[in-house]
Protein backbone atom coordinates (compact mmCIF):
# COMPACT_ATOMS: atom_id res chain seq x y z
CA UNK A 1 0.00 0.00 0.00
CA UNK A 2 1.62 3.27 -1.34
CA UNK A 3 -0.12 5.56 1.33
CA UNK A 4 0.75 2.98 4.89
CA UNK A 5 2.08 5.43 7.20
CA UNK A 6 4.76 3.44 8.46
CA UNK A 7 6.45 3.26 5.30
CA UNK A 8 6.44 6.46 4.45
CA UNK A 9 7.99 7.85 7.53
CA UNK A 10 10.42 4.48 6.47
CA UNK A 11 10.58 5.91 3.46
CA UNK A 12 11.11 9.45 4.27
CA UNK A 13 13.80 8.37 6.70
CA UNK A 14 15.55 6.08 4.39
CA UNK A 15 15.87 9.12 1.82
CA UNK A 16 17.17 11.35 4.19
CA UNK A 17 20.51 9.07 5.34
CA UNK A 18 20.44 7.77 1.65
CA UNK A 19 21.25 11.37 0.83
CA UNK A 20 23.05 12.39 4.08
CA UNK A 21 25.28 9.37 2.95
CA UNK A 22 26.00 10.11 -0.29
CA UNK A 23 27.02 13.94 0.30
CA UNK A 24 29.33 12.74 2.72
CA UNK A 25 30.97 9.54 1.02
CA UNK A 26 34.22 10.87 -0.14
CA UNK A 27 33.93 13.63 3.35
CA UNK A 28 33.97 12.01 5.74
CA UNK A 29 35.62 8.36 7.04
CA UNK A 30 33.66 5.48 6.35
CA UNK A 31 32.86 4.71 10.35
CA UNK A 32 31.74 8.18 11.04
CA UNK A 33 28.28 7.38 9.25
CA UNK A 34 25.53 5.36 10.24
CA UNK A 35 25.70 4.32 13.78
CA UNK A 36 29.53 5.92 14.40
CA UNK A 37 27.71 9.22 13.36
CA UNK A 38 25.02 8.78 16.24
CA UNK A 39 28.51 8.04 18.71
CA UNK A 40 30.43 11.54 17.06
CA UNK A 41 26.94 13.08 18.22
CA UNK A 42 27.15 12.50 21.45
CA UNK A 43 30.63 13.71 22.19
CA UNK A 44 32.56 16.85 23.05
CA UNK A 45 36.15 17.75 23.05
CA UNK A 46 36.53 16.80 26.69
CA UNK A 47 34.70 13.41 25.69
CA UNK A 48 32.53 10.92 28.21
CA UNK A 49 32.56 8.07 30.14
CA UNK A 50 31.81 5.17 28.54
CA UNK A 51 29.74 4.10 30.80
CA UNK A 52 27.42 7.59 30.32
CA UNK A 53 27.92 6.83 26.46
CA UNK A 54 26.34 3.36 26.71
CA UNK A 55 23.74 4.85 28.96
CA UNK A 56 22.59 7.99 26.38
CA UNK A 57 22.62 5.57 23.36
CA UNK A 58 20.42 3.39 25.30
CA UNK A 59 22.24 0.49 23.38
CA UNK A 60 23.92 -2.73 24.74
CA UNK A 61 27.54 -2.37 26.17
CA UNK A 62 28.57 -4.87 23.46
CA UNK A 63 27.11 -2.81 20.66
CA UNK A 64 28.38 0.33 21.64
CA UNK A 65 31.71 -1.68 22.32
CA UNK A 66 32.01 -2.47 18.67
CA UNK A 67 31.32 1.08 17.62
CA UNK A 68 33.97 1.91 19.59
CA UNK A 69 36.18 -0.01 18.37
CA UNK A 70 35.26 0.62 14.97
CA UNK A 71 35.40 4.11 15.43
CA UNK A 72 39.07 4.22 17.20
CA UNK A 73 40.16 2.34 13.84
CA UNK A 74 39.47 5.07 12.08
CA UNK A 75 41.45 6.95 14.12
CA UNK A 76 38.09 9.20 15.23
CA UNK A 77 38.52 8.52 18.76
CA UNK A 78 40.54 7.62 21.59
CA UNK A 79 39.65 5.75 24.98
CA UNK A 80 41.71 6.92 27.59
CA UNK A 81 41.80 6.21 31.69
CA UNK A 82 39.29 8.40 33.29
CA UNK A 83 40.62 10.17 36.00
CA UNK A 84 38.18 10.50 38.21
CA UNK A 85 38.08 6.62 37.93
CA UNK A 86 40.94 4.79 36.79
CA UNK A 87 38.67 1.55 36.29
CA UNK A 88 36.44 3.76 34.04
CA UNK A 89 37.44 4.30 30.23
CA UNK A 90 36.34 8.13 28.92
CA UNK A 91 35.89 7.97 25.13
CA UNK A 92 37.87 11.16 23.93
CA UNK A 93 36.97 12.59 20.06
CA UNK A 94 40.16 12.94 18.04
CA UNK A 95 40.44 16.03 15.91
CA UNK A 96 39.35 14.45 13.02
CA UNK A 97 36.40 13.14 14.64
CA UNK A 98 35.76 15.79 15.82
CA UNK A 99 36.17 17.22 12.04
CA UNK A 100 34.18 14.73 10.67
CA UNK A 101 31.34 15.52 13.22
CA UNK A 102 31.41 18.95 12.18
CA UNK A 103 31.52 18.13 8.39
CA UNK A 104 28.32 15.56 9.07
CA UNK A 105 26.18 18.62 11.09
CA UNK A 106 27.18 21.33 7.90
CA UNK A 107 25.79 18.45 5.69
CA UNK A 108 22.69 18.28 7.95
CA UNK A 109 22.07 21.68 7.88
CA UNK A 110 22.10 22.02 3.77
CA UNK A 111 19.91 18.53 3.62
CA UNK A 112 17.43 20.42 5.95
CA UNK A 113 17.27 23.84 3.88
CA UNK A 114 16.85 21.95 1.01
CA UNK A 115 13.96 20.40 2.17
CA UNK A 116 12.76 23.22 3.54
CA UNK A 117 12.78 25.19 0.02
CA UNK A 118 11.43 21.96 -1.31
CA UNK A 119 8.38 21.97 1.39
CA UNK A 120 8.04 25.88 1.55
CA UNK A 121 8.53 27.21 5.12
CA UNK A 122 4.90 27.04 6.76
CA UNK A 123 5.06 23.29 5.77
CA UNK A 124 8.28 22.70 6.90
CA UNK A 125 7.59 24.12 10.12
CA UNK A 126 4.55 21.87 10.70
CA UNK A 127 5.90 19.02 9.42
CA UNK A 128 8.96 19.30 11.91
CA UNK A 129 6.18 20.32 14.59
CA UNK A 130 4.74 17.30 13.64
CA UNK A 131 7.97 15.16 13.77
CA UNK A 132 8.75 16.15 17.66
CA UNK A 133 5.22 15.47 18.40
CA UNK A 134 5.84 12.10 17.19
CA UNK A 135 8.93 11.72 18.95
CA UNK A 136 7.37 12.10 22.28
Known sequence: ????????????????QSELRRSLA?????????????VLKQLDRAGLSQTELTARMGLSKQAV????DQLEAGGLIRRESDLADRRAKR???TDTGLQAAATRQSAE??????LR?????K??????????????
Not at 7 to 13: D, I, N, P, R
Not at 109 to 114: A, Y
Not at 117 to 121: A, D, F, T, V
Open 65 to 68: QQLL
Open 117 to 121: ERLGK
Open 1 to 16: MADDFGKLLQGSADAW
Open 109 to 114: TLLEET
Open 26 to 38: DRVPAAALGAGAA
Open 91 to 93: VVP
Open 123 to 136: RFKAFRKALRELAG
